[in-house]
């Protein structure tokens, strides 16, 4: 019995899928598209606050030159696109609201 779980618990730690794929690419908006694949990583054990996405996406759409979308819009893109908002978290010892499954390049 000892072994039987020793080769489980082997396959189940080297086993590892944490890629997320973006969905309704047709129907969100180019640039918050671009923005995902340019400036962030998807990966489902990534959590962002909302706030500091946002303000990166404003500053690749001025290093673009084209008009960044209001906070709300690009909240409603990113749910379109399959990234979960969440409301209220702690995070850093504060409550904020955020998105699942990004993370932003440093």
Request: aromatic share 16%.
């Amino acid at each position: 019995m000892n072994k039987l779980l020793k080769k489980y618990f082997n396959q189940a730690m080297t086993y590892s899928d944490y890629h997320f794929s973006m969905r309704n690419q047709d129907k969100a908006d180019k640039n918050v598209i671009d923005f995902i694949n340019a400036k962030c990583k998807k990966d489902r054990r990534f959590y962002t606050p909302s706030r500091r996405l946002y303000e990166a996406y404003k500053v690749y759409c001025d290093e673009i030159d084209v008009k960044a979308l209001s906070s709300w819009q690009f909240k409603r893109n990113m749910q379109i696109l399959g990234f979960v908002y969440v409301p209220k978290k702690r995070f850093y010892n504060r409550v904020m609201t955020g998105f699942k499954n990004v993370g932003l390049n440093r």
